[in-house]
């Protein structure tokens, strides 16, 4: 379990009293209720024929002891061999039971979360990894699920030490405290144990964490260590590591090597205790020999639930909180609110930010009283340094975070009261780290209109660079892109989906460029297709390339949230203003001007080191 | 055998025939370990059905008349001493079995390692690290895992199914039949239960990591998701996926609800107390017996129930110890060449209609040639697929040509001595790695006796003083995996610094950094400007800058030379090469 101590408390977690939570759990499994109840019964019925093996047995012992001869020489094995079965069929029936309500809770709880995470506004996630998103959906609903296992599991072997009990009392009352005399020390032992066991565990895996780091390192310095010859420093250092390794490991094994032998011994002497003290009672008459020895045999049956009952008990908390983090996830409010889903008929793309206010949770203000407009059809490139507002702007139109005040409008529509799956199908958005799916670049390329035909398709590749890109793949359309695109390079994923936005034909672009470096070749078709783009949309650039910047029709320059100038590149740069300030720290190295002189460049700072 | 590039003067050598020959070897080395693991689990088997016998022997006290009160405190006190023994041998043996694994992983990790470190470049380049460093930490574990607890349980309860065969006969001779018959119906079910089991859980497991993969990439890219309202497509098809692995989960629990191991239990305990009552009426066994082998029968129990676990996790450790050997035995093909061609470098390229065949993820080369003098700086350009690395890769003989030549000062690489050659080649690749050392050591890796002013010196020329002073601690600070991060530039100027100190007579630059800014561009554009001076270096670039002003530009599409020349000339030739250097933005075509 202290896999999950790691889980740290997220924005959006609240907590449930145990009454919800409960009875919000209970709705997951009211589908299954014949079948919670039918492994119910089963559980009693284990628990039953577990506790009637050992006072069969006793009772064979007081036959014999009477020395009665007869019939129940065979009825007795034939006792233990139906309560064989029936432990058997019962758990059978149980197991197939259980396993389905589990099966069937687990992938309600799946589907909703998924949908709750499918729903939720872009703000949700930047407030934690999508990792964590990730392990609430799948990990978490299983935790939670396999609760009831553990439940029903303990709560038979508590039933059946409660019958033996009970039977006991019944027998000998006197001979009870001699039963449960070890049982405090055994719950102490197995709770100092846990502890002890969860520390060096912790401890372990810290120190694993840091070996294994190493261990990597080690690994992936073989290539260097191998250029420069220096294989004997490298192994030499990699020695120790590994046996540091193993000196934390051989400390966490002792501890854990302890644990059963230590409760072995203490059940042996229990067990001979109350061997000594029953035979006493049984050699006074006070009870049967039968007795006696039942008392003998129950005994393991008092330790199971509490030896259990200390590692459950963290489990089943465990469960809880793993339920609580999914209810959290399902039950986040959305931050985006719209008033209205009214249809959204073909844009035209004009957007006007009028008097609009923005912040990021309850941060500082990034707009506020932001005013812009966009004409149709126009391009509009921002620029400006970190935080000046350029993404917020992007991010607003995209309808991903919510505005706090203000009115933002698209063809005179406010964008509150549009339906915002329609608005969205408008939109052409590429990020900065263009993200791909996997399946094969035609999939991603139609991943906004599936129904889109091959050919179409393969004449929109063509316009591009003569479809050269497509020839470096090595399926063409049909190569896989693997995880998140990790096979193409950069470029290509870009390209891929500049083609995703193509082929989707929106009324609205919004591009953050990339700035990652890529061959001046590809990099030729990349603008190409952006120029296809451009032409037809409603465009909003991020721009990070001095091509991109030449190309827009306006140039709007931020600082803190607020518009400083506005125009052409040429206009501005003649200006001298910010943009220029921009230009000198951005864009000047990209320009023809800078790669002609480069060399120039180069020497005179060599020689002026 | 001795191909190794790097090797001890005096390692044992493991036997390698197989995964189980290589895992007894390694085991044998501790045959102490191993006789106090046996022997602990048969002792601490014995004790445990001694103390059944001793409870029927108190029975049996307190039945004589007058009960034999003395008798039954000395067997109580037996019983207590006893099953501390058993504690003391169980510990013998869960520890022993502890350090057989942890001494296995240590000594397996070492053997793996020292084996990588003697593969040649080629294997290294070729094998991803990824994938080797699973097998030295997961894979490793695994093997430690499979002896504790794994084979630890696996002949522990070995033991405790032996311990009732050996002991019940001392009752009756016929008192064998129920534990063996019962081992005989253990063995067989709980194969056939495994057999099933194993493709239905694998199925179960693939199932999860489907849905998982899916589910971390659509919550990754919920931005397109959301960008494209495909949230309901994306819902369906996570539904789908979940269904799936609901399913397998379900087949799953259906197999090991049948678990019939645990009928065979049920049996075994009714048989034995039958044959026990059946021989305790003809007068063979007194009520002590009778009680002290059906107590036997009940440590068939901690079989039944461990098995399952004990099983899979030696089945896991057998399949890694498989991989990490695989690993171990894989072949490497170049020859050294110790007696080959060793005479300093002038640094003189010349490519002879090299072709190179496709070979896994690397792109093949057709019909290439080209010249290049000493001290010149080339550029290599093309787009991902292009060729660029491997004509890098053949330079420095990772990989060997399939046709035509490779020759440096007019001798072909395959002449060279490796390890001549390969010392004044120096080739920085695109993600430079740093090991978790200060500055100064990083720097100086290739030359540990270089002083601390060459060092700086060296910084200076690859302009990465004015970063590194501003560093926490300067030369000093721990920079890599566990120390500071440096950005990509960063750790570029770093390389180009070590490559100051080493002096190759060529330098191969796989430059892939962008600079959002003009002044770490200026930077850049000056190391690498001063990396070049004097001798031989190729730069596989997208700066349109360095291959403006590269001596020879190589224009590389799909594996084969589309261009070659100096600026001027290509500006002639090449459209596609016009094309970049076009001063306006890109119309549409």
Known sequence: ?????????????????????????????????????????????????????????????????????????????????????????????????????????????????????????????????????????????????????????????????????????????????????????????????????????????????????????????????KNFRQEATIYQEFGQVNQQSYRINLRRGFVLAFVFPVLNALAGIAIAILLYVGGLYAAAGIITVGAWYLFISSMDRFWYPVLNLTAFWSQVQGGLSAAERIFALIDAEPAVVQVERRPVPVLRGEITFDQVDFSYGKGVAVLSGFDLHIAAGETVALVGHTGAGKSSIARLITRFYEYQGG?????????????????????????????????????????????????????????????????????????????????????QRQLVSLMRVLVQQPAIFILDEATANIDPFTEHQIQQALALILDATTSVLIAHRLSTVQAADRIIVLQNGRILEQGNHHSLLAGGGHYADLYNTYFRHQSLAYIESARQAALSGATGL | MTTAEFSLPQTLQSDRRSPLRWITWHVGRHAWLVLVLLSGAFGNAVLAAVMFILIGQGLNAVLESPPDLDRLLQIALWIGFSQVVRGGLQLARNYSAEMIGQRLERQIRDELYLSLLGKSMTFHSLQPVGDTMARATNDVREVNLMFSPGLNLVV??????????????????????????????????????????????????????????????????????????????????????????????????????????????????????????????????????????????????????????????????????????????RQTELDRNPSGYALPMRGEIAFDDVSFAHQGQQSGLQHVSFRVAPGQTIAVVGQTGSGKSTLIRLLNRIHDVSQGAVRIDGVDVRQWDLEALRQQISIIEQDVFLFSRSVAE??????????????????????????????????????????VTLSGGQRQRLALARAFLTNPSILVLDDSTSSIDSATEDQIQRAIFRAAAGRTTIIITHRLSQIRWADLILVLRKGRLAASGAHADLLDASPAYRRIFSPAPPEDA
């Open chain 2, 442 to 483: 990083n720097i100086a890796f290739g030359r540990p006796q270089a002083t601390q002013a060459e060092i700086e010196a060296a910084a200076g020329a690859a302009q990465a003083h004015e970063f590194i002073t501003a560093l926490p601690e300067g030369y000093q600070t721990i920079v890599g995996e566990r120390g």
């Open chain 1, 407 to 491: 009115r933002l409008m698209v063809d005179a529509q406010d964008l509150r009261t549009l339906d915002l799956q329609a608005y969205r199908r408008q939109l052409g958005i590429v990020s900065q780290v263009p993200f791909l799916f996997s399946g094969t670049v035609l999939d991603n390329i139609r991943y906004a209109r599936p129904e889109t035909s091959l050919d179409e398709v393969k004449a929109l590749t063509r316009q591009i660079g003569e479809g050269e890109w497509l020839e470096a793949l090595p399926d063409g359309l049909r190569t896989e892109v693997g995880e998140r695109g990790s096979r193409l390079s950069m470029g």
């Open chain 2, 156 to 329: 522990g309860s070995a033991n405790f199914l032996l311990a009732p065969l050996l002991l019940a006969p001392r009752y009756d001779p016929s008192l064998v039949l129920v534990p063996a018959l019962f081992i005989l119906g253990y063995t067989l079910s709980l194969w056939q239960y495994l057999r099933e089991l194993r493709p239905i859980a694998e199925d179960a497991r693939l199932a999860f990591g489907r849905m998982n993969t899916h589910l971390a990439e659509a919550i990754d890219g919920i931005e397109v998701v959301k960008g494209h309202a495909q949230e309901v497509a994306e819902a369906d098809r996570f539904g789908s996926l979940a269904s799936d692995s609901r399913n397998a989960f379900v087949r799953q629990g259906d197999v090991e609800a049948r678990f019939l191991p645990l009928l065979l239990m049920g049996i075994a305990e009714a048989a034995a107390l039958l044959q026990a009552l059946l021989l305790y009426q003809r007068g063979v066994l007194d009520v002590g017996e009778v009680v002290g082998f059906f107590g036997m029968i009940q440590l068939f129990g901690f079989p039944t129930f461990v098995s399952l676990y004990a099983y899979s996790q030696v089945a896991l450790g057998m399949a890694s110890s498989r991989r990490i050997l695989e690993l171990i035995n």
């Open chain 1, 1 to 225: 379990m202290s896999f999950f101590d790691g889980l740290d408390a997220e924005s959006y977690d609240r907590s449930y009293r145990d009454r919800d939570l409960a009875r919000r759990m209970l709705t997951y499994f009211r589908h299954h209720t014949r079948a919670l109840a039918l492994s119910v019964v089963m559980i009693l019925l284990i628990s039953l024929a577990g506790a009637l093996l050992p006072i069969i047995a006793a009772r064979g012992v007081d036959a014999m002891a009477a020395g009665r001869s007869g019939s129940w020489v065979i009825v007795l094995p034939l006792m233990v061999l139906a309560l064989g079965l029936v432990i058997w069929g019962a758990n059978w029936v149980r197991r197939r039971l259980t396993s389905r309500a589990v099966a069937d809770v687990m992938l309600a709880l799946r589907r909703d979360g998924f949908a709750a995470a499918a729903k939720h506004d872009l703000s949700f996630y930047d407030d934690l990894a999508s990792g964590k998103v990730v392990s609430r959906i799948t990990s978490d609903t299983s935790e939670f699920a396999q609760v009831v296992v553990l439940v029903t599991d303990l709560l038979s072997e508590i039933l059946e030490a409660l019958v033996l009990f009970v039977v006991l009392v019944r027998i000998e009352p006197r001979l009870i405290p001699w039963l449960l005399a070890m049982l405090p020390l055994v719950f102490a032992f197995s709770l100092i144990f846990r502890r002890l066991a969860r520390t060096v565990t912790r401890q372990g895996f810290r120190a694993m964490a840091n070996v294994n780091s190493l261990v990597k390192e080690a690994v992936s310095g073989i290539q260097v260590a």
